[in-house]
């Protein structure tokens, strides 16, 4: 069974940066997704960014674009959110994700992740 380890979240200032990192135990496919996710009370999960297998190809939420970065490290199995410039609105449970095959179009749906982590709290301050 993949695991997947959440780590680097907590309490921060707006125009702050915070990096969560995400280490899986193991890739049983070549064509993985890693993707990260965050939710708020009483809110859906929502897509913030992925990187592909194939081709390393990085995906963001137009709400993070150019503020996150994911960047990886094959060696130890593990994707990285960097989060610059933050918000209050950035505010929630970040969760990494991992699914395997999973088609471009279809990177942005929760349900296309068959792996997820424990989850970390980012909480932002104004």
């Known amino acids: 069974q993949v695991q997947l380890a959440e780590s680097g979240g907590g309490l921060v200032q707006a125009g702050d940066s915070l990096r969560l990192s995400c280490a899986a135990s193991?890739?049983?496919?070549?064509?993985?997704?890693m993707a990260w996710f965050r939710q708020t009370p009483g809110k859906e999960r929502e897509f913030v960014g992925a990187?592909?297998?194939?081709?390393?190809?990085?995906h963001y939420a137009d709400s993070v674009r150019g503020r996150f970065t994911i960047s990886r490290d094959g060696a130890k199995n593990t994707v990285y959110l960097t989060m610059d410039s933050l918000i209050p609105e950035d505010s929630a449970v970040y969760y990494c994700?991992?699914?395997?095959?999973?088609?471009?179009?279809?990177?942005?749906?929760?349900?296309?992740?068959?792996?997820w982590g424990q989850g970390t709290q980012v909480t932002v301050s104004s």
């Open positions: 994700a991992l699914g395997n095959g999973v088609i471009l179009s279809a990177i942005r749906n929760s349900l296309s992740y068959s792996y």
């Open positions: 193991e890739h049983t496919s070549n064509n993985w997704v």
């Open positions: 990187i592909r297998r194939v081709g390393y190809t990085t």
